[in-house]
Structures are given as structure tokens and as C-alpha cells.
T-cell receptor, first 111, second 112 residues
Framework: EADIYQTPRYLVIGTGKKITLECSQT?????MYWYQQDPGMELHLIHY???????EKGDLSSESTVSRIRTEHFPLTLESARPSHTSQYLC??????????FGPGTRLTVT | QKEVEQDPGPLSVPEGAIVSLNCTYS??????FMWYRQYSRKGPELLMY????GNKEDGRFTAQVDKSSKYISLFIRDSQPSDSATYLC????????????FGKGTRLSVIA
């Protein structure tokens, strides 16, 4: 059973606002990931982390940033939201044995 | 050529049918294979994972890996309307630190 949480679940915000999407897991996993997914489309990796103080950019160019100060917490920040950022954002964490678990996602709409 | 190829469908089957979902891959170093189910507007849910060739069964689901052909399959027996979802395959190097490589997903509809 995966214990990975994302807040907020839904967010509607105006252009230019700064937003932080929260992700936390209670499984003690070192590896964590952020994906962006438009409806009916494939997953795109935007950021990942191997552990505390480790962050890497993914395959999809993103204007977001991440931090990893604690093992259980991996927030994603958009400094200035734009309509092109409208999407679903999925957080995941990965066990040492390899299996990866996803959170429920945050649906972001930028007006 | 993408590392992982997956037919996007959509695939439509009648209730009770056996469904076969497939992925091919190009990297012979992949050792770890996963199948996810994703309902519309939800996060992917891990269905099965395996790291060896052969079959792994869990209820109505069977995951099959053929490393010699670089081909993996997910079979769903006695399919139900509740199985209607997008199914994604994912794979990685054994013990690797690199992110999982995902297929694009196959959209399945099971018609009652």
C-alpha cells in the first residue's frame, strides 16, 4: 500500500502567481519524482531526487523548481504561473527494490 | 526509436474477454518491469512488477516477460467494465538509479 500524499488536489490560480505543490511520503523512500501529464497523454518526467539535498532535471524542460530538505518531502514550486502550466502534476516515490508508487495528483489550472 | 513502444489503442473488448496488452523495448539491460493502471484524472496505480522472464500471476492479472524477444505482456482474464482504464508499462535497469522508462499507455474499454 502506497502512502504518498499530494496537496492541493485541485488548484485554480491566476497568471503570475507563485505556487507550491506539496508531496510527502511516509515510506522512507530515497528516490522521488515529479511528472507532468496532460489529459489522455503520456507521462513526462520534470524533476527527480535521489535523496536529501539531491535534485535533478528530467526529460521535459520545466520552469518549475524542487527542493529536498527532508526525505519525506519533495515540494515543487512555480515562481510565476502561466496558462501553459495548466496540467496534472504527479508525484512518485520509489522503493529500494525498484517498484514506484504514485500520489493522487494535483490538477492545476492557470487562468 | 523510443526505448519502450506501447500501442496507444484504444482497445475495446466485451465484458468477460481475455485482454492482452503489450510493450516492446530496445534496451536489453532492462531487468525490472512494471504494469500500472490509471483511471481518468487519477494517479497511476502499480498493478504488478517482476524482474524475471516468465509469468507472474495475481488474481485475474498475469504479467509475462520474454527477455529474449524484449517483449512484455499483461493479460487480464474475465475482463470487467471496472478494468476500463489506461495501462502503462514501465521498466528499468536492475538496481539502477535512473528513472523508470514508461510506455505511452494503452487505453482499454470493457463494454458490458
Amino acid at each position: 500500500e502506497a502512502d504518498i500524499y499530494q496537496t492541493p488536489r485541485y488548484l485554480v490560480i491566476g497568471t503570475g502567481k507563485k505556487i507550491t505543490l506539496e508531496c510527502s511520503q511516509t515510506m522512507g523512500h530515497d528516490k522521488m519524482y515529479w511528472y507532468q501529464q496532460d489529459p489522455g497523454m503520456e507521462l513526462h518526467l520534470i524533476h527527480y531526487s535521489y535523496g536529501v539535498n539531491s535534485t535533478e532535471k528530467g526529460d521535459l524542460s520545466s520552469e518549475s523548481t524542487v527542493s529536498r530538505i527532508r526525505t519525506e518531502h519533495f515540494p515543487l514550486t512555480l515562481e510565476s504561473a502561466r496558462p501553459s502550466h495548466t496540467s496534472q502534476y504527479l508525484c512518485a516515490s520509489r522503493a529500494a527494490a525498484g517498484e514506484q508508487y504514485f500520489g493522487p495528483g494535483t490538477r492545476l489550472t492557470v487562468t | 526509436q523510443k526505448e519502450v513502444e506501447q500501442d496507444p489503442g484504444p482497445l475495446s473488448v466485451p465484458e468477460g474477454a481475455i485482454v492482452s496488452l503489450n510493450c516492446t523495448y530496445s534496451n536489453s539491460a532492462f531487468q525490472y518491469f512494471m504494469w500500472y493502471r490509471q483511471y481518468s484524472r487519477k494517479g497511476p496505480e502499480l498493478l504488478m512488477y517482476t524482474y524475471s522472464s516468465g509469468n507472474k500471476e495475481d488474481g485475474r492479472f498475469t504479467a509475462q516477460v520474454d527477455k529474449s524477444s524484449k517483449y512484455i505482456s499483461l493479460f487480464i482474464r474475465d475482463s470487467q467494465p471496472s478494468d476500463s482504464a489506461t495501462y502503462l508499462c514501465a521498466m528499468n535497469l536492475w538496481g539502477g538509479n535512473t528513472p523508470l522508462v514508461f510506455g505511452k499507455g494503452t487505453r482499454l474499454s470493457v463494454i458490458a
